[in-house]
């Protein structure tokens, strides 16, 4: 009622209705309609093997008395005689081992330093390819007397037979060893030769 405030504006109300449905109530049920539903249908009946898995099925392995297994192997081994195991050296089969020495020869003309270096080179070559062509039994010694030339190379190898006792295998074995040890190693500056001459002793003998 106070004259200075102003007047409310008219508001236009927007009005919605909403039609609310009406609840039904639900049918109740009757014999006839419980006998129109679908029955489920029964379970099949299955044969308890084929329901069993393999699992279950499985046989046990036979028991196998451990005599027999080795009477299978034994069996085996005289069918095939490569497959039995191998027989002990008899106590009258001794391990034999090879040597191969080359004893020193006086040198007493030479007293060259140089010389007596290069020689040991030399000797310790052939003593090498002495044992490896060493394959029988047979002992000796062989004398033997060659000529190097200034590149290393096996000129000429002699056999000494008055200062050799051995068998005709070992002298082949003997010079046959010299020349595969070659080529030996070059002079040295001190040792200005064209060709030098050394002698040797392989000693063959077998503990």
């Given at each position: ?117 290069y020689y040991q080179i030399v000797r310790e070559k052939i003593r090498r390819s002495a044992y490896q062509n060493y394959t ?54 001190e040792l200005d030769y064209p060709q030098l001459s050394f002698n040797i002793i392989i000693s063959f003998e077998i503990e």
């Open positions: 009622m106070n004259p200075l405030v102003p007047a409310p504006k008219e508001q236009m109300i927007k009005v919605r209705y909403l039609k609310k449905e009406e609840l039904r109530p639900k049918p109740t049920p009757t014999p006839d309609s419980i006998n129109k539903k679908s029955k489920a249908e029964p379970f099949l009946k299955l044969d308890a093997k084929i329901i069993k898995t393999s699992a279950d099925t499985r046989i046990p392995p036979p028991y196998v008395e451990q005599n027999e297994v080795f009477k299978g192997s034994k069996a085996l081994a005289n069918k095939s005689p490569e497959l039995a195991k191998p027989a002990f050296n008899s106590p009258d089969m001794l391990a034999v081992k090879k040597k191969v020495n080359l004893p020193k020869i006086e040198m007493a003309r030479i007293n060259n330093p140089s010389y007596i270096s029988h039994n047979e002992t000796g010694e062989v004398y033997l007397s060659f000529v190097i030339s200034n590149d290393g190379y096996v000129k000429d190898v002699r056999l000494v037979e008055a200062k050799t006792n051995a068998s005709d295998y070992l002298k082949k074995i003997a010079s046959r060893s010299v020349r595969d040890a070659s080529p030996f190693p070059n002079f040295p500056k």
